[in-house]
């Protein structure tokens, strides 16, 4: 979608985004939030933190975090599937620790799928360690989640 990153905006989400989060939501996973899951997201934003990544106004990625007292569960990355491998992903991920560390959190927490290899590798090179694994964790096809854990 974009090869130029310059012109890439990352920024807080609000209500106004609830409709392109969804329909990014829907198209990236096989087990997808409801839109009335992201509206209870967004009506609590002291606990609740997504950003999104824009190019020209349209959402190609967002992500956020669950804040709770001083740890930061990354609930959801997703990454527009024409937009993958740009980086964008990386940008995101970094936008959220910046933001998780400027809260004062102290360890970042997050689930990724045993076949997401992609993910697990992004991950992996930002410095976050595999300290688990949860069984039968995904409801679609009851796939493990491989839990992940970063010191910030």
């Given at each position: ?8 905006q990352y ?34 934003p002291h606990?609740?933190?997504y950003y ?101």
């Open positions: 979608m974009t090869e130029d990153n310059s012109q890439l920024r807080r989400l609000t209500h106004a985004d609830l409709d392109a989060v969804h329909a990014l939501e829907l198209q990236c996973f096989t087990a997808p939030w409801s839109r009335e899951a992201f509206v209870s997201e967004f009506n609590a606990r609740a933190i999104g990544a824009l190019f020209n106004n349209t959402l190609l990625a967002y992500g956020g975090y669950w804040l709770v007292l001083d740890e930061a569960h990354i609930t959801n990355i997703a990454v527009h599937r024409q937009a993958r491998r740009q980086g964008i992903g990386l940008g995101l991920m970094r936008i959220l620790e910046a933001d998780a560390a400027q809260r004062q959190v102290a360890l970042l927490t997050l689930e990724v799928r045993r076949s997401n290899l992609a993910a697990q590798s992004l991950y992996g090179g930002l410095g976050y360690k595999q300290v688990g694994i949860r069984k039968r964790y995904y409801p679609d096809n009851a796939e493990d989640a491989l839990i992940f854990t970063k010191e910030l």
